[in-house]
């Protein structure tokens, strides 16, 4: 599913070279649930980034379902992006003047799909418990509440890979427990494939398949 | 429109922005173009090569022309065969202007009253058989635009009734609109009778004219014709009508370049405004651009996303800034035609629209121009950049 080899991505912060991601090869197959720890800095954002194609490696090869991310070109990239991938972050990425609804129907304004979005989009909020919110706006809702409107909406493109940074971060004990139980449910029954950097140890447990990152260099558990 | 309604003072601060631009260069146009057009309409009508008045009173003369500030002067009728017999003279025939009349019935204003010969008249002749088909004979008047009378009306000028016979189309020249045409004999009895019949005598002999209007032959320019004219005979002031219209030109030229001097600063500064109030908008919304990159959005999607903004707003500020410059425009034309003291007649509608439709079509462009670097400039931000700077 994902084929990740000698992947490297540095930074020049103020004419110093950081080298956050440092020749990684990984391979993820369809259906995975990986799990990536790690202290701060340690390069996981930049990897999960790299993984989805927002940044370009300086060298290394990202392959995910056949394609090389870095062969096509944007708009190619973007397109595959919207229908094989989706992200959660671990900040608040919502779209503050689109409805709580609209928020979750957004890629499929950008991929152009409508038909039986809206009442995928009615189950999602459902599933995640905020059926009730669906007309609201992202400032009526707590941070978690945003989060887990963040979490409906990497599902509604029916993505095969879900790239998550932190998605349980802001959640109450509860609300965690019920968002690992979907991610579950959507790994089992959809074959969806996580990929999810994450401090939580309750969380990384889930996984099949840990690994750790330290100074930019990817590691197995 | 939603983007735009997040920062609603900004939003508004930036389409008054390109309302003034706007708004000051439709009023700006306009006003040039309804001036061109009243002289245009105006200097065909006069449809005389020199005008040859008494030496004092060019300068009244000139203001009765283009301001239509009535006024009278004479001087004695053998004038007439002394210009026609000035070398390169065509056609010449006499008018006279008489004083300003109020006529207590319906008209408060003071009309100002033009007596031609229909003998010799080349200029308001032409007219009066193009557009109403009739000389006025005997006691017959026919009016200008401006003067609220309508044909088969009798009005009274020093104690003598008149019938309206035509009304003419409007020029914008007060001289024109706001001035009563009769027979130049007429005029004579109209004065002799005033001693009579009426309270105000009117001071005039048959023997007085105001002007000697020429048309020189086609051989020769009219300023060659005005300066053997000032040569020839003693007293008297040649006014070259292409001269007047091209002081008023000149007048117009300094005016105009001052006003869109202004123009072209306030659009300078409205282009930069615009521009950094758009790189501001995009910075502020760097993660969400980034975030939306993530979700599928290309690069000319979200450079698609800025510029409609931009255009939105700019269009918005242009069709309000046309809105409020005709407004004042049009409120305030009266004060426009005074303080400038020069003619005025609205343009065609055709020629409005196509203005109103320029000025909207510039603000667009501005807008498109100003949003267009920090539109692209975002666009091209990889995902994760976007994101991250966005923190």
């Known amino acids: ?221 | 429109m939603k983007n735009l309604r997040r920062r609603f003072v900004r939003t508004v601060l930036l389409v008054l922005g390109v309302v003034v631009v706007s708004g000051t260069l439709f009023s700006a146009t306009i006003v040039m173009q309804s001036i061109q057009n009243s002289l245009r309409i105006g200097t065909y009508r006069l449809g005389a090569d020199v005008l040859v008045v008494p030496e004092k009173y060019e300068a009244s003369a000139r203001n009765a022309l283009l301001a239509g500030e009535p006024t009278s002067f004479y001087m004695k009728k053998d004038a007439l065969d002394k210009v026609r017999a000035v070398d390169g003279v065509k056609n010449v025939s006499a008018q006279v202007f008489i004083q300003p009349a109020s006529f207590s019935c319906c008209y408060s204003a003071n009309v100002f009253i033009v007596g031609f010969d229909p003998r010799t008249d080349f200029t308001i002749k032409p007219w009066l058989e193009e557009s109403i088909k009739t000389i006025p004979e005997g006691n017959e008047i026919v009016t200008g635009r401006e003067i609220p009378v309508k044909v088969g009306d009798y009005i009274p000028f020093y104690g003598t009734e008149f019938k309206v016979v035509g009304t003419l189309e409007g020029t914008g020249m007060k001289f024109f609109d706001n001035t009563v045409f009769m027979p130049l004999e007429t005029a004579y009895r109209m004065a002799e009778q005033s001693r009579k019949k009426a309270r105000q005598v009117l001071n005039i002999s048959s023997d007085d004219i105001s002007a000697v209007l020429v048309q020189v032959k086609s051989d020769i320019t009219p300023d060659r014709v005005a300066i053997r004219i000032e040569h020839d005979i003693p007293g008297v002031k040649a006014i070259v009508s292409d001269q007047v219209i091209s002081t008023v030109r000149q007048q117009m030229f300094v005016l105009l370049r001052s006003i869109f001097l202004i123009v072209g600063v306030a659009w300078i500064m409205a282009l930069l405004m615009i521009a950094v109030v758009f790189s501001m908008i995009v910075n502020e919304r760097q993660r969400e651009i980034g975030l939306m990159r993530a979700m599928g959005a290309k690069k000319s999607g979200i450079f698609r996303l800025i510029m409609s903004e931009a255009i939105l707003l700019s269009g918005l500020g242009g069709i309000l800034g046309v809105t409020v410059g005709g407004i004042l425009v049009y409120s305030f034309k009266n004060l426009l035609i005074a303080s400038l003291k020069m003619p005025y007649l609205w343009p065609s509608s055709f020629k409005i629209a196509v203005l109103v439709l320029g000025c909207i079509v510039l603000s667009i462009i501005t807008g498109a121009i100003a949003a267009l670097y920090p539109a692209y400039s975002v666009s091209k931000m990889e995902p994760y950049d976007a994101i991250r700077k966005g923190e």
């Open chain 1, 1 to 221: 599913m994902i084929e990740v080899r000698n992947l490297t991505k540095t930074y020049n912060i103020e004419g110093q070279v950081i080298t956050a991601v440092d020749n990684v090869t990984l391979d993820v197959s369809e259906g995975e649930f990986v799990s990536i720890v790690g202290h701060s800095g340690s390069g996981k954002t930049t990897l999960l980034s790299l993984l989805g194609g927002l940044t370009r490696p300086d060298s290394g090869t990202v392959v995910m379902d056949g394609v090389n991310l870095w062969d096509i070109d944007d708009n190619r990239l973007s397109e595959f992006r919207n229908k094989k991938i989706n992200f959660i972050f671990q900040f608040a990425s919502l779209i503050p003047t689109l409805t709580v609804k609209e928020n979750v129907c957004l890629p499929s304004v950008f991929g152009q799909y409508n038909a039986g979005v809206d009442e995928y989009a009615v189950r999602l909020l459902e599933m995640v418990g905020l059926s009730d919110k669906i007309n609201s706006y992202p400032s009526q809702l707590s941070g978690g509440q945003q989060r887990r409107v963040a979490i409906a909406r990497a599902f509604i493109n029916t993505p095969k890979v879900i790239l998550a940074d932190e998605p349980t971060g802001d959640l109450d004990e509860e609300t965690e427990k019920e968002i690992i139980s979907i991610f579950n449910r959507m790994n089992a029954d959809d074959k969806v494939t996580f990929i999810i950097v994450t401090h939580n140890t309750e969380l990384a447990g889930q996984a099949k398949r840990q690994l750790r990152m330290s100074n930019g260099v990817l590691k197995e558990v």
